[in-house]
């Protein structure tokens, strides 16, 4: 059981540090080459930058829950 949450923390630390990376910053990243680049003309965020927020929100809540559970297990074993 630990060895399938610790492999499933790697998957979830490898997609998470993928997905931070492909957001934009102030000189734009590398969700440009996805079509992140193009503004909507009402303003605010593209439609595939907020998809890209969402995606990371839950990445990163599983692999917080990864976290805790293993230390839960790791504690009362």
Excluded: P, Y
Excluded at 9 to 24: A, C, P, T
Excluded at 49 to 73: H, K, M, Q
């Amino acid at each position: 059981m630990v060895l399938g949450f610790s492999i499933a923390l790697i998957v979830f630390s490898l997609l998470l540090m993928l997905l931070v990376l492909m957001h934009k910053g102030k000189g734009g990243g590398l969700s440009d080459m996805f079509g992140g680049g193009m503004q909507s003309s009402v303003g605010g965020s593209s439609v595939a930058e907020r998809n890209l927020d969402r995606i990371t929100l839950v990445i990163g809540l599983l692999w917080f829950a990864c976290i805790v559970v293993l230390g839960l297990i790791m504690k009362t074993s």
